[in-house]
């Protein structure tokens, strides 16, 4: 769907700033793909080239088989038309209500009365916004202003839209119910989504593929439940230290026990694999911590955990476990 | 004699505030668009157009008014009545005028300016369906200001032949030691001024949606 090639983007200034680093990425259709990255990572950058709304200086950007760095102004026009594009700030037309903002593109597109209203009335309903139709943005709440900036971006039916920190801006509880639509809307439509965050919560929520940005470079790119479970760069190794509690740190009761964490994934979190493991090779086991989650559907647990025992026995167990898809890793 | 100059004021200030904005809009838009990194980025124009319009607002009204004699009997026919005096009214008040509205129109937060790009908008689509609308209350501000300044002016080309107020304040009032129509003439024009602002103001406030 989306193809970055060798893209490099700099601001010159007084201090150039390289934002983007060769980067090449495949973005694939009607996935919700997610990109993180701290504050300057370049996230915005790289979303904004997308559209051309930033040229990159080298490289170049396909979205559905179009060559977008080599457009001119009119044919660019024509494709942002199919590409939807919702902000950290909404930014809604303050002068005309939630219909005539939702209206505005489709006015662009050269939608007739009719088609327009008929249109809107649709889109509001699909935001859950239809008792808010001749409300001015002034008179609406952040999740309801991203509710018709949602609604706008899909007026047209676009292929792609793309999401700069859509949900930066609201709290906690509106944040969930502005994600669920997004993935109604990435479901019923079939609709490529772009989301640029920095919240982990966000990728696990709603993601399939994550890429993780750092100064510039594109540390890795993969499967949430991949890049979460067995993150690969060190970058993203941090970034999840704290959101996974993976550098818990815990030590064994007595130096002769065997710390591990446990990482169990999708069916493995139903199975009673670790009664099974004491029952088979009688070893005494000790939770330490533990959290069951949930990436998109994929549920996902971690467990640390300290084995007591004879050696042989728990180098089994660690092989049974292992042989049962659980990721092990020993801490001591 | 008073009506009369009141009607005189009226029709000078009302005829150079509605040439002013016809011409000193397009203009405004212009300067505040081919500005850098906004839509009709054109540097050498925007600082060509901005050096113009500054010479203009340096020339003080007395002397421009003098200066543009032959352009206003071009125009005109004549130099001297309150007809004639609409011209230099209406030169004075454009830059000041593309100023204001280049001002309006910067205020527009480029977040929703960006937001008509991605959707695919022309600069023009932008200027008429972005900028303008959601600038109206501060537009319809700035073409107060100048109205309320064009009385003002209108009263100083009244001192010269032009008719209206202030004419009448200078013949009357002062070189027949008439303090009584000194007075009525500067009443109506503190009402005329009043009255302008606060339909003005009562209007933008009527568009302003933005909190
Ligand atoms: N228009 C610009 N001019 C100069 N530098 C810029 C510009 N836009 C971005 N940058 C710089 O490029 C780098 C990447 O910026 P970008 O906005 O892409 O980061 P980000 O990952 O989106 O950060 P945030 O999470 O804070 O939004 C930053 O160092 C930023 O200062
Ligand atoms: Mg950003």
Redesign the pocket.
């Known amino acids: 769907m989306i193809i970055f090639k060798n893209v490099d983007r700099t601001?010159a200034?007084k201090d150039t700033?390289h934002?983007l680093k060769n980067i090449n990425l495949n973005i694939p259709e009607g996935k919700i793909f997610g990109i993180i990255?701290?504050?300057?990572?370049?996230?915005?950058?790289?979303v904004r080239c997308i559209n051309m709304l930033e040229k990159p200086d080298r490289g170049d950007i396909i979205v559905d088989g179009v060559l977008m760095n080599n457009l001119d102004a009119k044919e660019l026009r024509i494709e942002r038309k199919k590409i939807g594009m919702i902000f950290q700030h909404f930014n809604l037309l303050n002068s005309r209500t939630v219909f005539g903002n939702i209206a505005f593109p489709l006015e662009l597109a050269g939608a007739s009365k009719d088609e327009i209203k008929e249109k809107v009335q649709n889109l509001v309903s699909l935001v859950g916004l239809t008792d808010k139709l001749n409300a001015y943005p002034e008179q609406l709440s952040g999740g309801q202003k991203q509710r018709v900036g949602i609604a706008r971006a899909l007026a047209t039916e676009p292929k792609l839209l793309l999401c700069?920190?859509a949900t930066s801006a609201l709290d906690p509880e509106t944040t969930t119910s502005v994600l669920k639509l997004l993935q109604e809307i990435n479901e019923k439509l079939q609709l490529t989504i772009v989301i640029?965050t920095?919240e982990m919560s966000v990728i696990q929520e709603i993601c399939d593929k994550v890429a993780v940005?750092e100064n510039?470079f594109l540390q890795e790119v993969g499967p949430v439940i991949d890049v979460f479970t067995n993150p690969q760069s060190v970058a993203t190794q941090r970034m999840l230290q704290g959101f996974l509690a993976t550098n818990y740190k815990a030590q064994p009761s007595e130096i002769s026990n065997t710390l591990l964490r446990l990482t169990f994934v999708d069916k493995k979190t139903h199975d009673p694999i670790i009664s099974q493991m004491v029952r088979a090779y009688e070893l005494d086991v000790n939770i330490l911590f533990g959290r069951v989650d949930q990436m998109k559907e994929t549920p996902f647990g971690m467990l640390l955990i300290e084995l007591s025992g004879n050696h042989e026995k728990k180098e089994n167990a660690i092989t049974y476990l292992r042989n049962n898809g659980v990721k092990v890793e020993v801490l001591n | 004699m008073l009506w009369d100059a009141t009607l005189e004021t009226l029709f000078m200030v009302s005829s150079a505030t509605v040439l002013a904005t016809i011409i000193g809009l397009p203009l405004g838009i212009l300067l505040a668009t081919t500005e850098e990194n906004h839509i009709l980025e054109q540097i050498v124009l925007n600082k060509a157009l901005g050096a113009i319009v500054n010479l203009g607002r340096s020339v003080p009204f007395i002397i421009l008014m003098v200066a543009i004699i032959p352009f206003t009997r071009k125009i005109v026919g004549t130099s001297i009545g309150t007809t004639a005096a609409i011209v230099p009214l209406t030169v004075a008040a454009i830059p000041f005028v593309a100023r204001l509205v280049e001002g309006a129109l910067k205020e527009v937060d480029p977040g929703v300016i960006e937001a008509a790009e991605s959707m695919g908008a022309s600069p023009p689509e932008i200027i008429y369906k972005v900028l303008i609308p959601e600038a109206l209350p501060a537009l319809v501000l700035a073409v107060t200001l100048t109205a309320v300044n064009l009385i003002g002016y209108s009263a100083m080309a009244g001192a010269i032949g032009g008719g209206g107020l202030g004419d009448l304040a200078i013949r009357f009032g002062y070189q027949r030691f008439r303090g009584d129509v000194m007075i009525q003439t500067v009443v109506i024009l503190i009402i005329l001024v009043q009255g302008i602002q606060m339909v003005g103001d009562k209007i933008a406030h009527k568009l302003y949606h933005k909190n």
Do not use: P, R, Y
Request: charged share 15%.
């Open positions: 601001f200034g700033v934002a990255g701290q504050s300057g990572a370049g996230k915005s950058t790289l700069d920190e640029i920095h940005l510039g």
